[in-house]
């Protein structure tokens, strides 16, 4: 049996950096007043249809869907956002304090083609900012993709923004990309002419080389923002500027999902080949209300997991944990006694292991060796004759004789030291 296309195991050989990276993300979204989130995995499907957009590739082509027995209609969660948004709105979380910073990591599915770094389950690292419209924020939320990038050494990495304008300037902005998609309309795809009337903003992010290059000139969204949403971008420029974060102005760039308002972003590397974003955000200040809730300003990214791990990989090779200590026991008595001591040591947080297959002393050292303990406990026949154990310090090849009385306290304090 093989694991599903597009979906795989992460090994315990390589879950060394995805702790990494989760220890470093929550420390850092808990010192930003963010509180972590958990959502289900299954959703209505309608939830996503109604926050990505019908007319997105997610909704149109990549989401897992299926009836369940009583026919209905439900989706594993192809991002988080839109679980937030409902899970904001049912709790009426908006109603004790509409300011709220959620951050959470799980596996998202979408039927997308396989290649390196895009899988059919992925991971993301999440946040998610409700009830602040300040320009501050976006800023914040960028620098803290920055700080975190740079916290795991990785360089390399740029943050490429856009605003998309918001309600009062997009009607303009629309009528002057139509007018311009009408005279390009013989060299666009098929795809694209049938979303020129239902969301033609989409036609932007077509990956088809012959719209891309059609589309080159197309009016943006920049040269059409009103006076708020100018002000509005110039402040997150001005303040990253302040902070020391890289970021181009990117025209181009429009994201894959229906929701964003004003900034929107994708920090990009030049290492992963075709999958250059490791991660992407942008504001979504109607989605709320359009949810059933009160009108709530609301702004988040996520990270791609894999992708970061994928990009740590090439700077860094995954730490194996090493072993405190491994006991080297001979002869049943001097099994069961050492089974004892172990569990105590692990319940002390002493990293132990033994091996109960009545090996010989040769071969346990040997097994020692390949743990990479930094400790061997020798417990042979001879020496419990004598109520002793033999400590041997693997680095330093120094042994110490130990008295089986306080044994436990002794080897944690020695190991621990
Ligand atoms: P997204 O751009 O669709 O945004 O996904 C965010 C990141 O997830 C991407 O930049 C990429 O690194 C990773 N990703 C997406 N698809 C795959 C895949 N098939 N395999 C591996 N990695 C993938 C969102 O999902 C929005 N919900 C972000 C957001 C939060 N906007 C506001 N709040």
């Not at 004003?262 to 200040?285: F, H, K, M, N, P």
């Not at 930094?374 to 310090?393: D, F, H, K, P």
Request: aromatic share 8%; charged share 30%.
């Amino acid at each position: 049996m093989q694991t599903i296309r597009g979906f795989r195991d992460i090994l315990p050989e390589t879950i060394g950096l995805w702790q990494k990276v989760e220890k470093e993300a929550t420390q850092l979204f808990e010192a930003f007043g963010f509180s972590e989130i958990r959502i289900p995995i299954l959703e209505k499907t309608e939830l996503f249809a109604r926050s990505i957009g019908e007319a997105t590739d997610i909704v149109e082509k990549e989401m897992y869907t299926f009836e369940d027995r009583k026919g209905d209609k439900l989706t594993l969660r192809p991002e988080a956002t839109a679980s937030i948004v409902r899970s904001y709105v049912q709790h009426k979380m908006y109603a004790s304090d509409p300011v709220r910073k959620f951050f959470m990591t799980g596996p998202m599915f979408r039927r997308e083609r396989p290649q390196k770094g895009r899988y059919r389950q992925f991971y993301q690292i999440d946040a998610e900012v409700f009830g602040i419209d300040s320009p501050y924020i976006d800023s914040q939320l960028i620098l803290i993709l920055h700080e975190l990038f740079k916290r795991l050494g990785l360089t390399g990495l740029s943050a490429h923004i856009n605003s998309l304008g918001c309600p009062d300037c997009r009607p303009a902005y629309q009528k002057a990309l139509l007018e311009f998609l009408e005279s390009k309309k013989e060299t666009l795809c098929e795809n694209c002419l049938r979303r020129m009337d239902k969301n033609p903003l989409r036609i932007l992010d077509c990956k088809v080389i012959e719209c891309k290059g059609a589309l080159m000139d197309a009016p943006s969204t920049l040269d059409h923002l009103c006076p708020a949403c100018t002000d509005h971008f110039e402040t997150v420029k001005r303040t990253l500027e302040i902070q020391g974060v890289d970021f181009m102005v990117d025209k181009t760039l429009v994201r894959g999902l229906d929701y964003y308002t004003r900034t929107a972003w994708e920090i990009q590397t030049t290492t992963l080949g075709a999958q250059s974003a490791v991660a992407g955000g942008g504001r979504y200040d109607k989605l709320v209300a359009e949810l059933g809730g009160p009108p709530t300003p609301a702004i988040g990214f996520a990270i791609g997991f894999d992708r970061l791990v994928e990009v740590l990989e090439q700077i860094e090779a995954p730490k194996e944990k090493p072993l405190d200590l491994f006991i080297v026991s001979l002869g049943d008595t001097a099994v069961e006694k050492a089974y004892l001591w172990s569990c105590e040591l692990n319940r002390n947080n002493v990293r132990t292991e033994l091996d109960f297959r009545g090996k010989s002393m040769k071969a346990l050292m040997k097994r020692a060796d390949k743990l990479k303990a930094s400790y061997v406990l020798i417990a042979g026949e001879n020496e419990l004759a004598q109520n002793t154990v033999l400590l041997r310090n693997m680095a330093t090849t120094e042994q110490v004789s130990l008295k089986l009385d306080h044994l436990v306290l002794d080897l944690i304090r020695i190991i621990k030291k």
